[in-house]
């Protein structure tokens, strides 16, 4: 039976605590994860960082950055320690935040990585002094998800990891939307929330059922309430909303996934029987279910395994 790409990540993740020269001693002993509640439990793990040394998760070329980008954003980090990372060394959104706070700077970065899928002119900015921004939700709740209330930037609302502008060659002005995947992969069926449900129901079946929406609808609009595809579908339904009114003045909105394919527990994540009518993996079926096949992009997490595209720290952690 082969080796999980989970399993795997976490035996490269703990050789990189023993061998890097960014961590101290003390940094290196297994430790328990700090979870959502902000509490240490469980048993020691040598790919997490004692909790003290949290911060250490994020790499050090690109650590004051990160710390301060989301802090003047008021973007929370997911089981975040003290304000800062998460101390487990397989976070999505660390490996998001080492791979690409570089280009907030750096527009260049931004067309090594994502010039090869993507026509990439130039890169404009997005915000006041950045190329790129996290946890990026738009100016305007065009998913009604607020209610009138402030949005908080990666929590309660649909976002994005990432996002960026450029021109393409053509001169059209595009709106990127960076999706971030690592080890996740969602094997079980979630529980029944029929409150929930009704909510979610009335916030986004008009834009699922609207004659120009972005994904066909075939099946009920519960069936999207499942991850991946609550994700997927939200996501998309934004990029779709984004463009349809012209936000950051951009022509088209795309949504670019970044996913290792090697992470096929991901791809099979599939917990509804009847959504595998429309393919084997959820690749497949997304692809079958969109509207618009150009307005969602796979992206291999593989290039950024590049120094050029990131750093040398990023491709000895992560390669």
Known sequence: MSTSFTTTQRENASRWKQSTPTLSDDARLDAPYVGKSGRAAGKPYPFCLPAEYAEANLLPEVRDLALATFAA??????????????????????????????????????VAAFGGVVDIAEVLEIEPGRFLTFEYIGAEDLLGEARGAVRVRGAHCTSVDAAFKYVTSTGTVELALVEWKYTESYPSARRPE??????????????????????????????????????????????????????????????????????????????????????????????????????????????????????????????
């Open 73 to 110: 954003l008021g973007i929370p980090w997911h089981a975040g320690v003290n304000d800062g990372p998460s101390n487990h060394l397989l976070s999505s959104q660390v490996q998001c935040a080492n791979a690409l706070t570089a280009m907030i700077n750096e527009p260049d970065r931004i």
């Open 194 to 319: 029929p409150q929930r449900d009704a909510v979610r129901v009335g916030r986004y079946e008009h834009l699922y059922l609207a004659e120009d929406g972005p994904v066909r609808a075939l099946v009920p609009i519960e069936f999207f309430f499942d991850e991946p595809f609550y994700q997927l579908f939200r996501q998309q339904l934004l990029a779709h909303e984004l463009e349809r009114t012209g936000a950051e003045g951009a022509d088209k909105v795309r949504v670019l996934h970044v996913l290792d394919p090697r992470n096929l527990a991901y791809q099979q994540s599939i917990v509804r029987p009847e959504m595998k009518e429309f393919g084997d993996t959820v690749d497949e079926i997304w692809t079958f279910l969109r509207r618009e096949a150009d307005r969602f992009v796979h992206i291999d997490a593989r290039v950024f395994l590049d120094p050029n595209v990131t750093s040398a720290d990023y491709v000895s952690r992560y390669a």
